[in-house]
Nanobody, 128 residues
């Protein structure tokens, strides 16, 4: 199955940008393009919030209302990598960001229970 690793987090000023990457290593017989990819975020003491979703070949995307117009999800199946471009960052975007994979074909803002493969998370801090 897939193993997912996030990267690209860090400290950024309000109004700034970051681009997160989610790279998959695949065991024999498993292909990155078999999975939809979701991005989630979590603040300490709270549950994971679905942020964005991209379908297996990138033809369908969804965004949470809180990030729509500011975040852009994409993927490059040849590189086994999905991305989350985050622009116009706000302090409320501060969280640990996780990518996750699902075989569900439902196009929707991601819900945690639909995803069974998770990365370890990367911290994003928006602060002056």
């Amino acid at each position: 199955q897939l193993q997912l690793v996030e990267s690209g987090g860090g400290l950024v000023l309000p109004g700034g940008s970051l681009k997160l990457s989610c790279t998959a290593s695949t065991a024999s017989g498993y292909n990155f393009d078999e999975y939809g990819i979701g991005w989630f975020r979590q603040i300490p003491g709270q549950g994971r919030e679905g942020v964005s979703y991209i379908s297996r070949y990138g033809k369908a995307t969804e965004y949470a209302t809180s990030v729509k117009g500011r975040f852009t999800i994409s993927r490059d199946n040849a590189k086994n990598t999905a991305y989350l471009q985050m622009d116009s960052l706000e302090s409320d975007d501060t969280a640990v960001y996780y990518c996750a994979a699902t075989k569900s074909r439902t196009v929707a803002v991601p819900r945690e229970e639909k995803y069974n493969l998770w990365g370890q998370g990367t911290q994003v801090t928006v602060s002056s």
